[in-house]
């Protein structure tokens, strides 16, 4: 089956949601928790800068990685998975076949 071609139940669509959402809020509290670590370490301009280019990095990073179209909801959440962003048990919902495709994926 084409992974972009899924058809989502409304169901499907929720543990999605939830799941997505989850995955994004993990991984913006470790982004939080660095920001302040580099923050308390602010000594010279070189490091506010050095901040600044970080939080630079991870907004284009995490804008262009959370993309919730169905047509690449598959493949975003085997690279969530992959980082460790996202769990098994976020997945708990959805349809067996999508969950495989995730996985797999994942594991490549």
């Not at 913006?28 to 070189?46: E, G, K, L, W």
């Not at 919730?68 to 493949?75: C, D, E, P, T, W």
Request: glycine content about 2%; charged content about 25%; some cysteine.
């Amino acid at each position: 089956m084409n992974a972009r071609n899924l058809t989502w139940s409304k169901t499907e669509k929720s543990v999605a949601r939830q799941a997505f959402d989850s995955a994004y809020r993990r991984e913006c509290a470790t982004v939080a928790q660095r920001i302040n670590a580099m923050s308390r370490d602010i000594a010279n301009p070189t490091d506010m800068w050095r901040l600044h280019d970080f939080l630079s990095e991870k907004r284009q990073e995490i804008d262009t990685k959370y993309d919730y179209r169905y047509s690449v909801l598959i493949f975003v959440f085997a690279r969530l998975m992959q980082e460790g962003w996202l769990h098994a048990s976020d997945l708990d919902g959805l349809h067996a076949e999508k969950v495989s495709m995730i996985q797999a994926l994942a594991n490549m």
